[in-house]
C-alpha cells in the first residue's frame, strides 16, 4: 500500500499594516445586490457607501487577496452593471 503524501502547510503571511480599496461607481437600485454577492463570497470584503447621490461603493479587503478581489469584480460585472476605478489622486 503506498503510502499518501501530505503537503505541508505554509506559514501565514504576515498581517497587512493597511486595507487596500476600490471604488465603484453604481447605479443605486443595484447596491443592495451588489453587497449580498460581495458578502456572500466568505469574507473576501465588504462594501459601504461612500457617495450616496453619485451612487459610490468603497470595497475594502485585504492585500493579500488582490487578485481574488479583482477577478471577482471583473466576474460580478457580467450580473450588475458598474464601473471600478482606483481611488482619486488628491
Request: hydrophobic share 35%; charged share 30%.
Amino acid at each position: 500500500m503506498a503510502k499518501k503524501r501530505t503537503r505541508k502547510p505554509r506559514p501565514p503571511l504576515p498581517a497587512p499594516s493597511w486595507s487596500s480599496m476600490l471604488y465603484a461607481k453604481i447605479e443605486k437600485k443595484y447596491i443592495g445586490m451588489f453587497r449580498f454577492l460581495l458578502e456572500a463570497q466568505d469574507n473576501l470584503g465588504y462594501a459601504s457607501v461612500v457617495d450616496n447621490y453619485d451612487c459610490v461603493l468603497k470595497v475594502t479587503y485585504s492585500p493579500h487577496q488582490d487578485r481574488e478581489m479583482r477577478a471577482f469584480l471583473k466576474g460580478m460585472q457580467e450580473t450588475i452593471p458598474f464601473e471600478v476605478f482606483e481611488r482619486p489622486v488628491e
